[in-house]
């Protein structure tokens, strides 16, 4: 598995620090803040005190193409901009940026990071599509038309096949997976006569209008 360097540790890069940590990945945490990277020893890797910022410090830690880095420095536009700019001087692929707006959002994409979030607006986006359709669990934009859902089926749903339910004709969407919970296991591009239960989980690829249309 490959190396992760978490830049910055506020609410976000520690807590996204500590559960790569404990789920087995290698993780180098770094931040200015002496306090936070004290406190971050017990859920890291290593933790290291220094500024990203300055070229000759990545250097020194030996940052590869081959490691993700994630940057988290709040509002500090600077910093998250130059921090980017040495790493992608340095050759790292995988680059990812928290910010907190499109307008930062815009500038570290053209500065090259390969993929800048906003949590706040991510998980904004999350808990309404959860009460405008409560059988979404959650869900992965492709593209600004189509997206990825895993959704629970409706009890109109339980007991027929898929091929029963003309999805396809009916809704635009197709079922490219499913989870089963008895027993646990996932099929791909299930076959037509796949009878879905009330424990399965759906992973259906289509618009989101129409996605939300299966009630």
Do not use: W
């Amino acid at each position: 598995m490959k190396r992760v360097i978490v830049i910055g540790l506020g609410i976000f890069g520690f807590n996204i620090a500590k559960d790569l940590f404990e789920n087995g990945v290698e993780v180098i945490a770094i931040d200015k803040n002496k306090e936070m990277v004290q406190k971050i020893r017990d859920f890291s890797t290593k933790a290291i005190l220094g500024d990203s910022s300055d070229k000759e410090f990545l250097e020194s830690i030996g940052i590869g193409e081959d490691d993700i880095v994630i940057i988290s420095f709040g509002e500090d536009l600077a910093s998250a901009s130059l921090t980017t700019l040495h790493l992608k001087e340095l050759k790292v692929n995988r680059i990812i940026v928290k910010v907190p707006n499109e307008e930062h959002k815009r500038v570290l994409e053209k500065i090259g990071a390969t993929e800048v979030i906003i949590p706040e607006k991510e998980m904004a986006n999350k808990i309404s599509k959860s009460i405008i359709s409560p059988n979404i669990l959650d869900y992965i934009p492709l593209s600004e038309d189509y997206t990825i859902c895993e959704i629970a089926p409706p009890p109109s749903f339980i007991g027929k096949t898929i091929g029963e339910l003309h999805l396809r004709s009916k809704y635009h969407v197709e079922v490219i997976a499913v989870k089963e919970l008895l027993p646990e296991r996932i099929r791909m591009i299930p076959r037509s006569d796949f009878k879905i239960k009330d424990s399965d989980i759906l992973i259906v690829l289509g618009k989101e209008e129409d996605i939300n249309k299966i009630k």
